[in-house]
């Protein structure tokens, strides 16, 4: 009965691949989000959907690119995959846009070697 | 504008003692004030939040102040303990979520 679920959890890849990350909610809220968090743990956000409709796309570059097929899954998609992409990915979802608690996946640890 | 300044970056605690992180942002337009808990290995998750129309909740161990017109609220972790150890996140949510840069707290046994 996973809230937000996302796989794969240990993603290891070389430069230049491509790889994605899925991610499920069975919540039924209505926004989804993609955060990116450092080695230094800050949080940042990448791309926020509300309704399949992107809403927020921070300075990330267009490797970087989201899909929402419905309102309960938001995969990220990620080209040509460089050293510094490595970091922990979190999926995460809230009921409305804004005012309301954010629910976190278990989150995404991607290596590039 | 659209910053929220936490400190400290990390944070030694006894156990039993208090613990207390702070955060200050400047938009008067952030209307809920949440702080997040995450563990290692784990995802970040909400511990406890606040509206601006009240200056303090308490929710057993944890407690926010929030200081309306300092901008300004912090998280006190009363009686810690080491499985309170982990980094905590303050945040400003507005027309988006702002998240501050994290404290990694450790209470020592």
């Known amino acids: 009965d996973t809230a937000v679920s996302q796989t794969p959890k240990y993603l290891v890849t070389q430069m230049g691949n491509d790889k994605s990350i899925k991610c499920e909610q069975n919540?039924?809220?209505?926004?989804m989000y993609w955060y990116k968090q450092d080695s230094k743990k800050f949080l940042k956000i990448m791309f926020s959907y509300n309704n399949k409709e992107l809403i927020i796309n921070e300075t990330v570059p267009n490797r970087f690119s989201p899909k929402s097929p419905d309102k309960a899954h938001l995969n990220l998609h990620i080209n040509s995959l460089e050293l510094g992409d490595s970091a922990v990915y979190f999926c995460?979802?809230?009921?409305?846009?804004?005012?309301?608690?954010?629910?976190f996946g278990e989150g995404s640890w991607l290596t590039v070697v | 504008q659209q910053q929220v300044k936490q400190s400290p970056q990390s944070l030694i605690v006894q156990k039993g003692g208090i613990s207390i992180i702070n955060c200050a942002y400047e938009n008067t337009a952030f209307d809920y004030f949440p702080w997040y808990q995450q563990f290692p290995g784990k995802g970040p998750a909400l511990l406890i939040a606040i509206r601006p129309d009240v200056s303090e909740k308490k929710e057993g161990r944890f407690t926010i102040s929030f200081n309306k017109s300092a901008k300004q609220f912090s998280l006190h972790i009363m009686d810690s303990q080491p499985g309170d150890s982990a980094t905590y996140f303050c945040a400003a949510s507005g027309d988006k979520i702002i998240f501050g840069k994290g404290t990694r707290l450790h209470i020592l046994p």
């Open positions: 995460a979802s809230s009921q409305a846009w804004t005012g309301n608690t954010i629910y």
């Open positions: 919540l039924g809220h209505d926004t």
